[in-house]
């Protein structure tokens, strides 16, 4: 990696760790939870190897993008996705244009330095 190459965050950051067999669940529309309360709803989800992220509508209608490795765990139940983060963090959290689809480098490399100290706990 030279110089100039962004850092584009550990892999396992972007890494679904919540359970086997996640990729075969489709999440969307699924109710996402952070440690203190709802944040949103799932807009869109990607199961790529070491590049896997939700898509978020959070409150007042930003959207935010969240790295795999900040799920915590799923309810299928209640279709509910628990997230290792706080409301506020994930407010603060940069925003997604939500006319992107696909994740290019800029963009792994902001969230990946926002969600840092998160995924080191």
Do not use: K, N
């Amino acid at each position: 990696m030279g110089l100039d190459a962004p850092d584009l965050g550990a892999p396992e950051l972007w890494t679904f760790s919540a359970q086997p067999g996640l990729g075969s669940i489709d999440l969307l529309g699924w109710s996402v939870e952070a440690t203190d309360g709802p944040i949103g709803q799932v807009e869109r989800a990607t199961y790529e190897w070491r590049r896997s992220y939700l898509v978020v509508r959070a409150p007042r209608g930003r959207w935010v993008l969240l790295p795999a490795g900040l799920v915590e765990r799923l309810d299928r139940d209640s279709e509910t996705v628990f997230l290792a983060s706080t409301r506020d963090a994930i407010e603060r959290a940069p925003d997604h244009d939500e006319r992107q689809h696909g994740l290019d480098d800029a963009e792994r490399a902001a969230v990946s330095h926002y969600y840092s100290h998160i995924a080191s706990r």
